[in-house]
């Protein structure tokens, strides 16, 4: 990547061809997911059951840091043109692939099941996998180091709700979540259990 295309924090302003062009993007496309997907598929999705109160603190507390970032990637211009720009958006589209599979993959899963297939069989958490490389190929499309730290920042967030999530899925699913945790990473390419933190 070219460095000089590169800065700790690119002047911010307003404007149509920002970092919130991308993101738009993925929420918009997660919104029609969300419309088209059934009922119970979205309450599946979004079912906090298993979760102690401070895993509900830390998830607003993660929200907020998130808003945050989503705020600074409004006046952020893209680097239209520039190495960074054409990098970052490799980057995303990577992202938003694995974003949206994963969510087909979950959707076509038996609601008393936890889902192991599709991209699933690289990740158990391949939705957060994807939302992170969706963020950090924006934060590389406008250039900025200060905002690709801030997305590595956002992602120990993130590990900390994946060790919620990954407890509330042993109560639910028990033996058969157990077993897929012992065979696929945590994260692409990286092998980790609920035990390891």
Request: charged share 15%.
């Amino acid at each position: 990547m070219q460095l000089e295309h590169m800065e700790f924090l690119p002047q911010l302003k307003p404007g149509w061809l920002n970092g919130w062009l991308l993101l738009a993007v993925l929420y918009g496309i997660f919104g029609v997911l969300l419309i088209i997907f059934p009922r119970e598929t979205v309450r599946r999705l979004y079912d906090r059951s298993g979760w102690a109160r401070r895993d509900a603190v830390r998830r607003v507390i993660g929200k907020l840091i998130a808003l945050a970032v989503i705020g600074l990637f409004i006046f952020l211009p893209l680097k239209v043109g520039a190495a960074p720009f054409w990098i970052g958006l490799a980057i995303y589209i990577a992202g938003l692939i694995v974003f949206i599979a994963a969510l087909i993959n979950f959707r076509c899963t038996p609601l008393d099941e936890p889902v192991t297939q599709g991209v699933y069989r690289f990740s158990r958490h391949p939705q957060m996998v994807g939302l992170i490389v969706v963020f950090m190929g924006t934060a590389v499309a406008v250039g900025s180091w200060l905002m690709m730290m801030l997305v590595a920042l956002t992602s120990i967030g993130a590990h900390m709700r994946i060790l919620t999530e990954e407890r509330a899925c042993l109560l639910q699913y028990g033996a058969a979540y157990q077993a897929y945790m012992e065979t696929i990473p945590r994260y692409i390419g990286l092998p980790g259990s609920l035990s390891e933190k």
